[in-house]
């Protein structure tokens, strides 16, 4: 299985943590990734709310790249593969739409390629199964709140590949680790990213929601797929807390982490350090690491 | 040579301002076969008529053209004309100079030269019509009605009152259909039972009534006066003569299952009746989970019914039976809401549908009246109503208004109000309410009972403890709200019945995209379909409430016993017929005939030399015929024809048009 | 896309006009003669509706009644392409509202050929339009009869299958 592999700007500055656990699951399940070659931003999360027709170009130009290598793409990011899927959505009956695309970013734009979230691809292609072959060091004890976000399943008629309301592709994930999930009701809402700098007060009020919905439902730990979220709930938790005179203390993990961890990777090889809230301390007391 | 009037109307100015009448007439002077022409100034007016019918007499006509309005106006006015005058009714055509042409051409002289080519078109026609007969046919005196919930049985008792038999065919053990699940009924706040188990005994008692529930309809043969229909009553393993309804059967039956009338909020046995003031009051036995039928042993009902009524053995009967006139009312289903992952329906036990309510809320209902949400009994203080699930959302594939939710939202608002002093919290997109005391009772319902109506949707509804927050938005102060629930109720759409689509293929009926069966016209023939005979009656036609239900199937009803009432139909001649001098036998037209009309026969002829011999040919049944006419193109040797529209017809026609 | 341009493309033939146009100038005065047949329950309907609605349209078309789009005979097209028509319009109820249930269904597959046929004769087959326009389309009927009235007399007099001049 190989895919033309999407970093994104975030895995290769604020998430490499990220990047670098994405790497490792996928070798240890023989998903063979070729970065794109000289790949561009895709654009969110601003393009397409100032112009349409660039927030569509950005990510075609990346997808053509895909098309001369003959590749399916993945994106580990979630607001990544939703402008992907969404320019592919949007192209996909519309040839005049294509040809101005095209024009745009000055290739040639075909849309023959799909557009996979890394978690769809973990999830669905691979599947549960395989992962749990692989499983060394059962994340046993622990107790997740698998949270997907805003733009990981919806719009359905764009992703399609899990329930927009109630996905469950992480959870059959973090189940076959070993791991126990909790059903909960926030797992899709917004975390309100992409005004992370210039509304703090918004943040913090979904922020605070997200984790306490989880926090309710008995949550050790929120579990994610997108280097948006876990920023936002991880890095805005001290705001979060301060704001609303309330303790969290809940550590926000990439799924890779959980699944590096869970095929024996070193602990240490996982950029736990590198998190706002410390999960190290939560695994210790898991004696998972 | 013919002898064929013309007669231009004026219409008053409608024709004669725009065509120059003296231009047609002194053309339509030299057409062929043309020996007199007239002008009216409203030829279908009675002295309008009058002077057709003289100048036949006087001129001994034998062949009519009436040059005004459009055939599908006053076809038939002016063929009563003409047989009035002792002329066969089809020896007559109309140009159509008024709709076709004064009415859509400003100019007046190409209107007149457009005018004097459709009076030429009429009179070549014309000049090829024949006598034709129309034949009459027997009308079976009994009315067959499909669904046996309030459509089907007001038509039931209509159609009885008037002294016609009727049976009434129900798929379910029991008449009385939604309307006997439901608890009170708006504007009014009548209780549903108190209202209809009246009907529905009056239509069990009733001599002129026979009821065959838990039976289907498998087969429609025929035409109108003359339905031959095929039901399947399906195996009760009741004796029918024998049980007295005591309901010592069902009280011993083991076997615990979810009530369907209960929409799975109560339990019924194996052995069972659906409701307790189930018509017929016998129970049938549901073989897929009785014990004995899985396993072999048991027999509990058996071993206690004191009438012996019990009969395991007992199998489907196909009955066939003949009809003159179908009434339909099957019906509608409630839709089911689990499209919406954001309300959570089937995720959250506190998540009800609108029809489930009414369930809770019933006194014979698995609470017995009691309000209890389904998760732990709680009697629930704030309930959240959303209005329009399914209705109106074209993602949802539900385009229309389903025309009852806004009503029975305000009427579930106030129940909850009176009864356990709920606060009902409302969405909505709109409040409909146009029907007599409506209005008012919406008004009641925020009024008096406190409702709290929030213009907008809800987006998501989410379990908070034990809670069911409801995220939404008021439109109309553009902010974001959020009600905590104990309850929440889906106003679900009304979609049409699963089998929709099978009954009216069976019927030979058409239906729209949503599956609701389609009127022969939307404003003027609201009942009848496009197959003649059969009626409709209730929300299988569309969503209605009760009144507007009951008010169809009245007149449903009536158009049945206008039908029944007939000794003999008359039937149109304008049919296919066959030239079997012609005729190959290669019966291409038999599969293209969408009403089976045509089928071979043999036929013996004598051939040179004196031998007789025997060939198929086609034969058309005049009484199923439409006359539609697909079965003439088929037709490699032009054998096929239909009357009054004929090959030689139409060729005439189109050289006329183009001289 | 009308049902002739479908045709057409169906056929791998070029959408664009049709090569064997009229030779000859139109004569002074020449008008396009269209005939049309319409079915009595959609198309006749729609047409009268166009009549109480007075949605005006060039008196060109000359309508002929039959029951349904299924008793049209494509013999009764090439008979009016003979005798001079310049145009053919072919109406009837829209794909699954036909009141015989099934006849526009014969007419559409019928239509494909026929119109096929029509340029193996020689005639442009933009000369023959199939259209459904159901009883409550008066105005898509005006419009069909304009745009066909203004197609036919780009193309001139249909000279042809004329058997007289």
Redesign the interface.
Same mark, same amino acid.
Request: glycine share 8%; charged share 20%; aromatic share 8%.
């Given at each position: 299985m190989k895919y033309a592999y999407y970093p994104g700007c975030s895995l290769h500055s604020t998430a490499t943590e990220y990047e670098e656990t994405t790497r490792t699951v996928c070798a240890t399940l023989g998903v063979e990734l070729a970065e794109i070659p000289d790949w561009n931003c895709c654009g969110a999360t601003s393009a397409h709310a100032t112009n349409h027709l660039l927030s569509l170009a950005l990510p075609a130009r990346d997808l053509a790249k895909a098309e001369q290598m003959g590749l399916d793409v993945v994106a580990p990011c979630a607001a990544c593969y939703n402008r992907m899927a969404q320019t592919i959505h949007e192209t996909k009956d519309n040839e005049v739409l294509r040809h101005k695309v095209s024009q745009v970013i000055g290739a040639e734009y075909q849309g023959t390629v799909k557009a996979k979230s890394l978690l769809e691809v973990l999830a669905a292609d691979i599947g549960p199964k395989v992962v749990e072959a692989k499983v060394q060091k059962p994340l046993k004890g622990l107790k997740v709140a698998a949270y997907y976000g805003c733009l990981l399943v919806r719009p359905p008629a764009v992703t399609g590949w899990d329930d927009a309301e109630n996905p469950q592709s992480m959870e059959r994930l973090m189940t076959a680790l070993g791991a126990e999930t909790v059903d909960w009701s926030h797992k899709t809402e917004c975390c309100g990213a992409s005004l992370t700098i210039s509304r703090t007060d918004i943040v913090a009020k979904l922020t605070h929601d997200i984790l306490d919905a989880a926090k309710a439902a008995g949550a050790d730990a929120i579990v994610c797929a997108c280097p948006m979220c876990q920023a936002n709930l991880d890095g805005r938790q001290g705001l979060v807390e301060k704001t609303y005179k309330t303790q969290y203390h809940l550590p926000v993990f990439y799924f890779t982490q959980l699944m590096s961890l869970a095929f024996g990777k070193e602990p240490y090889k996982l950029g736990f350090a590198r998190h706002s809230i410390d999960p190290r301390e939560l695994l210790h007391s898991k004696e998972i690491a | 040579m013919r002898r064929v009037g013309v007669f231009v109307c004026w219409c008053g100015s409608n024709i004669a301002g725009m065509v120059d009448i003296e231009q047609v007439k002194a053309a339509a002077a030299k057409m062929p076969n043309v020996v007199y022409v007239e002008d009216n100034k409203y030829t279908c007016s009675e002295p309008g008529q009058a002077a057709i019918q003289k100048a036949i007499k006087e001129q001994n006509l034998d062949r009519v053209v009436v040059a005004a309005c459009?055939?599908?106006?006053h076809e038939n006015t002016f063929r009563r004309t003409v047989s009035g005058a002792g002329l066969n009714a089809y020896l007559l055509e109309i140009a159509?100079i008024? &709709?076709? #042409?004064s009415?859509?051409?400003?100019?007046k002289a190409?209107?007149t030269?457009?005018a004097v080519? $459709?009076v030429r078109?009429a009179v070549y026609k014309v000049a090829k019509n024949v006598p034709l007969q129309r034949a009459s046919i027997d009308v079976t005196k009994k009315a067959l009605v499909i669904g046996g919930g309030i459509a089907g049985i007001q038509a039931a008792l209509d159609i009885a009152d008037a002294g016609q038999p009727v049976v009434i065919v129900e798929k379910t053990p029991s008449i009385g259909g939604h309307m006997a699940q439901l608890d009170k009924t708006f504007p009014t706040l009548d209780c549903s039972a108190c209202i209809l188990t009246p009907k529905m005994v009056d239509a069990a008692q009733n001599q002129n009534i026979t009821l065959m529930t838990w039976s289907e309809v498998e087969k429609v043969e025929g035409y109108i006066g003359n339905f031959t229909v095929t039901i399947r009553k399906k195996a009760r393993h009741i004796d029918t003569t024998k049980c007295t309804g005591c309901g010592i059967c069902w009280s011993k039956c083991p076997a615990k299952l979810p009530s369907e009338f209960d929409l799975g909020l109560g339990q019924r046995k194996a052995i069972y009746v659906p409701f307790p003031q189930a018509i017929p009051n016998k129970p049938v036995i549901d073989e897929k989970n009785c014990i004995y039928f899985k396993t072999g042993k048991c027999k509990a009902c058996q071993i206690f019914c004191p009438a012996g009524a019990i009969a395991f053995d007992q199998k489907d009967e196909l009955i066939e039976e003949k009809f003159g006139a179908i009434i339909v009312a099957t019906g509608y289903e409630q839709w089911d809401p689990s499209p919406y992952? &954001?309300y959570?329906y089937g995720?959250y036990k506190d998540v009800i549908t609108g029809l489930e309510f009414e369930r809770l809320v019933n006194a014979s209902g698995p609470t017995e009246g009691k309000i209890k949400r389904p998760s732990d009994g709680k009697i629930p203080k704030d309930v959240v109503i959303i209005q329009c699930v399914g209705s109106r959302d074209e993602a949802k594939g539900i385009p229309y208004c389903s025309k009852t939710c806004c009503m029975y939202s305000a009427k579930h608002a106030i129940l909850l109000d009176e009864k356990i002093h709920a606060h009902p919290y409302v969405f909505y997109m709109d409040v409909r309410t146009p029907g007599k005391g409506y209005e008012e009772f919406y008004k009641r319902a925020t009024e008096e009972h406190h409702a709290t109506y929030i213009r907008g949707r809800v987006s998501?509804v989410?379990?908070?403890?034990d809670k069911l927050?409801c995220l939404g938005e008021d439109t109309l102060l553009g902010k974001k709200v959020a009600v905590e629930a104990d309850m929440v109720i889906l106003a679900s759409a009304m979609v049409h019945q699963p089998a929709a689509s099978k009954l009216a293929q069976t019927l030979?009926i058409?239906y729209d995209q949503n599956h609701f069966y389609t009127e022969a016209h939307a404003k003027l023939r609201p009942v009848e379909t @496009?197959t003649a005979g059969i009626f409709l009656a209730g929300a299988c036609q569309g969503p209605k409430d009760i009144p507007e239900t009951v008010a169809q199937a009245s007149a449903a009803a009536s158009k049945a016993i206008g039908l029944l009432s007939k000794a003999k139909l008359e039937t149109e001649p $304008?049919v296919a017929q066959v030239n079997e001098g012609i005729c190959s036998g290669c019966l291409w037209c038999k599969p293209?005939c969408?009403?089976k009309a045509i089928d071979g026969k043999v036929i013996k002829e004598r051939i040179a030399g004196g031998k007789t011999i025997e060939r198929t040919v086609a034969s058309v049944n005049a009484s199923l015929c439409?006359? #539609?006419?697909?079965c003439?193109?088929?037709c490699r040797t032009g054998a096929m024809n239909?009357l009054g529209?004929t @090959?030689e017809h139409? $060729?005439a026609?189109?050289?006329a $048009? #183009?001289? | 896309m009308s049902v002739n341009e479908k045709a057409a493309q169906a056929a791998g033939a070029a959408t664009g006009p049709s090569t064997v146009a009229a030779a000859t100038p139109a004569p002074e005065g020449w008008e396009p003669k269209i005939i049309g047949f319409a079915c009595n329950w959609c198309t006749y309907a729609g047409a009268d509706l166009a009549g109480t609605s007075r949605i005006q349209y060039p008196p060109n078309i000359r309508v002929i009644r039959v029951p349904c789009s299924g008793r049209i005979n494509p013999q009764f097209v090439v008979r009016a392409f003979q005798r001079g028509a310049d145009g053919v319009l072919v109406a009837g109820c829209h794909p699954g509202d036909c009141h015989y249930s099934t006849g526009n269904y014969f007419a559409r597959r019928r239509y494909l050929l026929a119109t096929r046929f029509i340029e193996y004769l020689g005639v442009e087959p933009e000369r023959l339009e199939v259209r459904w326009i159901s009883g409550s389309e008066g105005q898509k009927f005006a419009d069909t009869v304009r745009e066909l009235t203004e197609k036919i007399r780009a193309l001139g007099p249909q000279r042809r299958l004329r058997e007289t001049l």
């Amino acid at each position: 299985m190989k895919y033309a592999y999407y970093p994104g700007c975030s895995l290769h500055s604020t998430a490499t943590e990220y990047e670098e656990t994405t790497r490792t699951v996928c070798a240890t399940l023989g998903v063979e990734l070729a970065e794109i070659p000289d790949w561009n931003c895709c654009g969110a999360t601003s393009a397409h709310a100032t112009n349409h027709l660039l927030s569509l170009a950005l990510p075609a130009r990346d997808l053509a790249k895909a098309e001369q290598m003959g590749l399916d793409v993945v994106a580990p990011c979630a607001a990544c593969y939703n402008r992907m899927a969404q320019t592919i959505h949007e192209t996909k009956d519309n040839e005049v739409l294509r040809h101005k695309v095209s024009q745009v970013i000055g290739a040639e734009y075909q849309g023959t390629v799909k557009a996979k979230s890394l978690l769809e691809v973990l999830a669905a292609d691979i599947g549960p199964k395989v992962v749990e072959a692989k499983v060394q060091k059962p994340l046993k004890g622990l107790k997740v709140a698998a949270y997907y976000g805003c733009l990981l399943v919806r719009p359905p008629a764009v992703t399609g590949w899990d329930d927009a309301e109630n996905p469950q592709s992480m959870e059959r994930l973090m189940t076959a680790l070993g791991a126990e999930t909790v059903d909960w009701s926030h797992k899709t809402e917004c975390c309100g990213a992409s005004l992370t700098i210039s509304r703090t007060d918004i943040v913090a009020k979904l922020t605070h929601d997200i984790l306490d919905a989880a926090k309710a439902a008995g949550a050790d730990a929120i579990v994610c797929a997108c280097p948006m979220c876990q920023a936002n709930l991880d890095g805005r938790q001290g705001l979060v807390e301060k704001t609303y005179k309330t303790q969290y203390h809940l550590p926000v993990f990439y799924f890779t982490q959980l699944m590096s961890l869970a095929f024996g990777k070193e602990p240490y090889k996982l950029g736990f350090a590198r998190h706002s809230i410390d999960p190290r301390e939560l695994l210790h007391s898991k004696e998972i690491a | 040579m013919r002898r064929v009037g013309v007669f231009v109307c004026w219409c008053g100015s409608n024709i004669a301002g725009m065509v120059d009448i003296e231009q047609v007439k002194a053309a339509a002077a030299k057409m062929p076969n043309v020996v007199y022409v007239e002008d009216n100034k409203y030829t279908c007016s009675e002295p309008g008529q009058a002077a057709i019918q003289k100048a036949i007499k006087e001129q001994n006509l034998d062949r009519v053209v009436v040059a005004a309005c459009s055939p599908r106006m006053h076809e038939n006015t002016f063929r009563r004309t003409v047989s009035g005058a002792g002329l066969n009714a089809y020896l007559l055509e109309i140009a159509n100079i008024r &709709e076709h #042409c004064s009415w859509v051409h400003p100019d007046k002289a190409a209107g007149t030269k457009k005018a004097v080519d $459709l009076v030429r078109r009429a009179v070549y026609k014309v000049a090829k019509n024949v006598p034709l007969q129309r034949a009459s046919i027997d009308v079976t005196k009994k009315a067959l009605v499909i669904g046996g919930g309030i459509a089907g049985i007001q038509a039931a008792l209509d159609i009885a009152d008037a002294g016609q038999p009727v049976v009434i065919v129900e798929k379910t053990p029991s008449i009385g259909g939604h309307m006997a699940q439901l608890d009170k009924t708006f504007p009014t706040l009548d209780c549903s039972a108190c209202i209809l188990t009246p009907k529905m005994v009056d239509a069990a008692q009733n001599q002129n009534i026979t009821l065959m529930t838990w039976s289907e309809v498998e087969k429609v043969e025929g035409y109108i006066g003359n339905f031959t229909v095929t039901i399947r009553k399906k195996a009760r393993h009741i004796d029918t003569t024998k049980c007295t309804g005591c309901g010592i059967c069902w009280s011993k039956c083991p076997a615990k299952l979810p009530s369907e009338f209960d929409l799975g909020l109560g339990q019924r046995k194996a052995i069972y009746v659906p409701f307790p003031q189930a018509i017929p009051n016998k129970p049938v036995i549901d073989e897929k989970n009785c014990i004995y039928f899985k396993t072999g042993k048991c027999k509990a009902c058996q071993i206690f019914c004191p009438a012996g009524a019990i009969a395991f053995d007992q199998k489907d009967e196909l009955i066939e039976e003949k009809f003159g006139a179908i009434i339909v009312a099957t019906g509608y289903e409630q839709w089911d809401p689990s499209p919406y992952g &954001e309300y959570g329906y089937g995720r959250y036990k506190d998540v009800i549908t609108g029809l489930e309510f009414e369930r809770l809320v019933n006194a014979s209902g698995p609470t017995e009246g009691k309000i209890k949400r389904p998760s732990d009994g709680k009697i629930p203080k704030d309930v959240v109503i959303i209005q329009c699930v399914g209705s109106r959302d074209e993602a949802k594939g539900i385009p229309y208004c389903s025309k009852t939710c806004c009503m029975y939202s305000a009427k579930h608002a106030i129940l909850l109000d009176e009864k356990i002093h709920a606060h009902p919290y409302v969405f909505y997109m709109d409040v409909r309410t146009p029907g007599k005391g409506y209005e008012e009772f919406y008004k009641r319902a925020t009024e008096e009972h406190h409702a709290t109506y929030i213009r907008g949707r809800v987006s998501k509804v989410y379990q908070k403890g034990d809670k069911l927050v409801c995220l939404g938005e008021d439109t109309l102060l553009g902010k974001k709200v959020a009600v905590e629930a104990d309850m929440v109720i889906l106003a679900s759409a009304m979609v049409h019945q699963p089998a929709a689509s099978k009954l009216a293929q069976t019927l030979g009926i058409s239906y729209d995209q949503n599956h609701f069966y389609t009127e022969a016209h939307a404003k003027l023939r609201p009942v009848e379909t @496009n197959t003649a005979g059969i009626f409709l009656a209730g929300a299988c036609q569309g969503p209605k409430d009760i009144p507007e239900t009951v008010a169809q199937a009245s007149a449903a009803a009536s158009k049945a016993i206008g039908l029944l009432s007939k000794a003999k139909l008359e039937t149109e001649p $304008l049919v296919a017929q066959v030239n079997e001098g012609i005729c190959s036998g290669c019966l291409w037209c038999k599969p293209i005939c969408p009403y089976k009309a045509i089928d071979g026969k043999v036929i013996k002829e004598r051939i040179a030399g004196g031998k007789t011999i025997e060939r198929t040919v086609a034969s058309v049944n005049a009484s199923l015929c439409q006359g #539609c006419g697909a079965c003439t193109v088929a037709c490699r040797t032009g054998a096929m024809n239909v009357l009054g529209f004929t @090959n030689e017809h139409i $060729l005439a026609e189109v050289d006329a $048009l #183009c001289l | 896309m009308s049902v002739n341009e479908k045709a057409a493309q169906a056929a791998g033939a070029a959408t664009g006009p049709s090569t064997v146009a009229a030779a000859t100038p139109a004569p002074e005065g020449w008008e396009p003669k269209i005939i049309g047949f319409a079915c009595n329950w959609c198309t006749y309907a729609g047409a009268d509706l166009a009549g109480t609605s007075r949605i005006q349209y060039p008196p060109n078309i000359r309508v002929i009644r039959v029951p349904c789009s299924g008793r049209i005979n494509p013999q009764f097209v090439v008979r009016a392409f003979q005798r001079g028509a310049d145009g053919v319009l072919v109406a009837g109820c829209h794909p699954g509202d036909c009141h015989y249930s099934t006849g526009n269904y014969f007419a559409r597959r019928r239509y494909l050929l026929a119109t096929r046929f029509i340029e193996y004769l020689g005639v442009e087959p933009e000369r023959l339009e199939v259209r459904w326009i159901s009883g409550s389309e008066g105005q898509k009927f005006a419009d069909t009869v304009r745009e066909l009235t203004e197609k036919i007399r780009a193309l001139g007099p249909q000279r042809r299958l004329r058997e007289t001049l």
